[in-house]
């Protein structure tokens, strides 16, 4: 099994910066992939970016392209999400999961972690 820790969140005007870290531990040799997804209030949980845990390649939702960096250190077992030009629509609840394969669905979750952008 493999446990999901996100921190870095909080308050910020908009137009700043925040980056959020998940850490993970357990057997993070399993990983595919590890994501950032969001939840406002009154919405749906949705995707903000990916990336591949072992080999290269990221992918990113149209809404945060140019504005949104997620990277990896494998050495730290940890997982980045750069946040910048940030937006009050960009207030939500942010999760970072992980999958273990091709074809599987995002299955592991951490806990979740407020950002609010203030107008």
């Known amino acids: 099994q493999v446990q999901l820790v996100e921190s870095g969140g909080g308050l910020v005007q908009v137009g700043g910066s925040l980056r959020l870290s998940c850490a993970a531990s357990g057997r993070t040799f399993n990983i595919y992939e590890m994501g950032w997804f969001r939840q406002a209030p009154g919405k749906e949980r949705e995707f903000v970016a990916a990336i591949r845990w072992s080999t290269i390649g990221t992918r990113y939702a149209d809404f945060v392209k140019g504005r949104f960096t997620i990277s990896r250190d494998n050495a730290k077992n940890t997982v980045y999400l750069q946040m910048n030009s940030l937006k009050p629509e960009d207030t939500a609840v942010y999760y970072c999961?992980?999958?273990?394969?091709?074809?599987?669905?995002?299955?592991?979750w951490g806990q979740g972690i407020q950002v609010t952008v203030s107008s």
């Open positions: 999961a992980a999958r273990f394969g091709f074809l599987v669905q995002f299955d592991t």
